[in-house]
């Protein structure tokens, strides 16, 4: 069984484009992100949700809205895509608690190339 | 500021031991962790140290100073597959992870 998925794995697209990323887990999980790792290898945390609520949002462009039908699912909109978009976009989810580890199980990636 | 750094990238031959290096400063401290990502996948998790000292797993060893914000991993009996980019990222005090951007570790015949 998956514990986290993403879809699509892969998404090639034009500049100016609207399109989404759809992540799941069936951990169990109250917490949930979107990271951005681009050419560099950096992992940038993007968004954090807790419990449907969003917790952490830095500094990216208001072109990309998240969303949180509910607690399993954290979905990544992106408005009018630009060249500078493409990276890979991981998915992760956690426990977070005095009891846990918080350790963060990620998703496969969504590779996305905006062309 | 919240603060990861660590080796860009380091080499080793197989079948040796190497000895990667974290060190951090967080807003509060709930533990470091150490993540392993292969090319063109997703990171997987190795280690988890919240108290100073060493935790062995197999191969893998990882060790903590809360004291001097350090930490560091160490791969024994280096094989093949373990080139890859180690990450290492710790928990603030809202248990948010900050990460470092990873160390990318080739490993020669």
């Known amino acids: 069984d998956t514990a986290v998925s993403q879809t699509p794995k892969y998404l090639v697209t034009q500049m100016g484009n609207d399109k989404s990323i759809k992540c799941e887990q069936n951990l169990g999980h109250d917490t949930m992100y979107w990271y951005k790792q681009d050419s560099k290898k950096f992992l940038k945390i993007m968004f954090s949700?807790?419990?449907?609520?969003?917790?952490i949002n830095e500094t990216v462009p208001n072109r990309f809205s998240p969303k949180s039908p509910d607690k399993a699912h954290l979905n990544l909109h992106i408005n009018s895509l630009e060249l500078g978009d493409s990276a890979v976009y991981f998915c992760?989810?956690?426990?977070?608690?005095?009891?846990?580890?918080?350790?963060?199980?990620f998703g496969p990636g969504t590779r996305l190339t905006v062309l | 500021g919240q603060n990861i750094d660590q080796p860009t990238e380091m080499t080793a031959t197989e079948g040796a031991i190497v000895q990667i290096n974290c060190t951090y400063q967080?807003?509060?401290?709930?533990?470091l962790f150490w993540y392993q990502q292969h090319a063109g996948e997703a990171p997987t998790f190795l280690s988890y140290?919240?108290l100073d000292g060493l935790e062995e797993k197999g191969r893998f060893s990882s060790f903590l100073s809360r004291s001097k914000g350090y930490s560091y991993l160490l791969l024994k009996e280096l094989q093949m597959k373990d080139s890859a980019s180690y990450l290492c990222?710790?928990?603030?005090?809202?248990?948010?992870?900050?990460w470092g951007a990873g160390t990318k570790l080739i490993i020669k015949p």
């Open positions: 949700y807790n419990n449907k609520e969003l917790i």
């Open positions: 140290n919240v």
């Open positions: 967080t807003s509060g401290f709930n533990g």
């Open positions: 990222a710790a928990s603030d005090s809202n248990y948010q992870l900050i």
């Open positions: 992760a989810s956690s426990q977070v608690g005095l009891e846990t580890y918080n350790e963060q199980f």
